[in-house]
């Protein structure tokens, strides 16, 4: 339910641009006790990902790494134009731009990280049905095809960053980014996402990205998520 409630909260709008204008941002804060960027709460309980994924990885990585991003953010656009600013305009808008790098990086990473948790069900993985099964097969043939070109991007990303399932031309297309990098700052739809730094699997798999890889595809996709995000 809380699950639910989350994602109904924070898709509710149509476009990438304004989805999570009513989830993450409160565009109004006269007391710096009242952050501009927040963190939502997690959509699953930290130990509901086990095996796949330990409590111990989501303490540190929704509480630290994540929590950091959003306050960095908040530290860096305060008293900034960028201050009262949805979340997506504040990426878009200092997406290649060099003495904004820290904003974007800060801001990317909180967005990133958002759709991260929302691509994971303690329940999910596996083959989807649907209108989402029907757009991975109209993409790619088959859903076997669709997992080895997804396993094969988040793998092959060099060092840090994310690979993502997209909708572009009516089609799905898996792309990688690196580093904080995302596709809403190049106006690209989002559908799903997996996190490829070290941080979010080096406690359970070490060095085997593959492994997570795998677990997160098999055991972990949230379908219902991704189907929305076609929606919308
Ligand atoms: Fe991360």
């Keep these: 339910m809380q699950r639910r409630e989350f994602l109904k909260l924070t898709l509710g709008a149509g476009a990438i641009g304004t989805l999570y204008v009513a989830g ?63 979340l997506v305009d504040i990426i878009q808008k200092t997406a290649g731009v060099a003495d904004k790098a820290a904003i974007f990086n800060n801001a990317a990473q909180v967005f990133n990280h958002t759709f991260y948790w929302n691509s ?32 094969d991007a988040a793998v092959s990303q060099f060092g840090s960053g994310w690979a993502w399932v997209v909708l572009d031309a009516g089609k799905l297309k898996i792309i990688k980014t690196t580093n904080a990098d995302t596709p809403v700052a190049h106006g690209i739809k989002p559908i799903l996402t997996i996190d490829v730094w070290e941080h979010a699997y ?31």
Excluded: C
């Design 24 to 86: 993450m941002i409160k565009t109004s804060h006269a007391q710096s006790s009242n952050p501009a960027i927040t963190q939502p709460s997690l959509p699953f309980k930290k130990e509901g990902l086990e095996p796949y994924i330990s409590a111990k990885t989501i303490e540190f990585h929704y509480g630290k790494h994540h929590a950091g991003y959003v306050s960095k953010t908040n530290q860096l656009i305060t008293g900034t134009g960028y201050e009262k600013m949805p």
């Design 120 to 151: 994971m069900h303690p329940k999910g993985g596996g083959k989807p049905t649907g209108k989402i099964g029907q757009k991975i097969e109209e993409s790619y043939e088959n859903h076997q095809k669709f997992t080895e070109s997804f396993l």
């Design 202 to 232: 080096y406690l359970d798999y070490q060095n085997r990205r593959a492994d997570y890889v795998r677990a997160f595809i098999e055991h972990l996709i949230n379908w219902e998520f991704a189907e929305q995000n076609l929606a919308d």
